[in-house]
């Protein structure tokens, strides 16, 4: 038998209990150069840029007691911190930052949902 981990998201020490997605990634500005030397010989070297860590998630939106406010701090540009934990593992990762482009969505028949787009520091899982 195999158990396979979830992601917890707290945004400023307070958890987002009705996250449902949760998706984090590195970006990086890395230069591939590669050299054409003498007789066609090529090098290839890597110039490392500024690298970011991007976490993306999703939250059902209840109908009352959502606290977090945070299309009011996207509003504000307010550096908030998020940390992602690995529930089952433990391992968590914490990064400042701001938030990016939240957005509300809702069908017919479907539950009101509230996507956050976060870019901060780099972090690693510890």
Not at 37 to 45: D, E
């Amino acid at each position: 038998m195999e158990i396979f981990d979830k992601c917890a998201v707290y945004v400023n020490g307070a958890l987002d209990s009705y996250a449902v997605e949760v998706a984090v990634a590195i970006h990086d500005n890395d230069q591939i150069i590669t050299l054409l030397g003498a007789g066609g010989t090529k090098t290839m070297t890597l110039a490392p840029g500024g690298r970011t860590l991007s976490i993306q998630w999703t939250s059902a939106v209840p109908q009352a007691g959502h606290n977090l406010r945070l299309w009011q701090k996207y509003v504000d540009c307010e550096a908030i911190t998020v940390r992602v934990v690995q529930q089952g593992g433990g391992y968590s990762l914490t990064s400042k930052g701001f938030l990016q482009a939240p957005s509300i969505s809702s069908s017919v028949g479907g539950n009101q949902t509230a996507s956050n787009s976060f870019v901060g520091e780099v972090a690693t899982w510890i």
